[in-house]
């Protein structure tokens, strides 16, 4: 069983930036993937980033050049960092983990986080 613990989610101005972490627990398969997804009001959910089991980093288009997916091994931790957020980036943010070779589909998730609210205001 694996625990997943968003947090770092809140309230900012458009421009502004913010750095959600994920804390695991539990039995974390070798080499698997970790990502995030996002669920906007009234949308369904959809990727935003991965890293894979190879340290490959992916990202949706529109998130691309703001947005910085990390991990640190040691503290089990996953974070992104967002950086000029935009009102349509306005969610609640969810941590994933799946298999070693892709995490870009709600179908890859093995297990998800609770999630943590993200609002920007224009």
């Known amino acids: 069983q694996v625990q997943l613990v968003e947090s770092g989610g809140g309230s900012v101005q458009a421009g502004g930036s913010l750095r959600l972490s994920c804390a695991a627990s539990?039995?974390?398969?070798?080499?698997?993937?970790m990502g995030w997804f996002r669920q906007g009001p009234g949308k369904e959910r959809e990727w935003v980033a991965s890293?894979?089991?190879?340290?490959?980093?992916t990202y949706r288009d529109s998130v691309k050049g703001r947005f910085t997916i990390s991990q640190d091994n040691a503290k089990r931790t996953l974070y992104l960092q967002m950086n000029n957020l935009k009102p349509e980036d306005t969610a609640m943010y969810y941590c994933?983990?799946?298999?070693?070779?892709?995490?870009?589909?709600?179908?890859?998730?093995?297990?998800w986080g609770q999630g943590t609210q993200v609002t920007v205001s224009s």
């Open positions: 890293v894979n089991g190879a340290g490959k980093t």
């Open positions: 539990g039995y974390i398969y070798p080499g698997s993937s």
């Open positions: 994933a983990h799946g298999p070693p070779a892709d995490l870009s589909t709600i179908p890859d998730v093995w297990y």
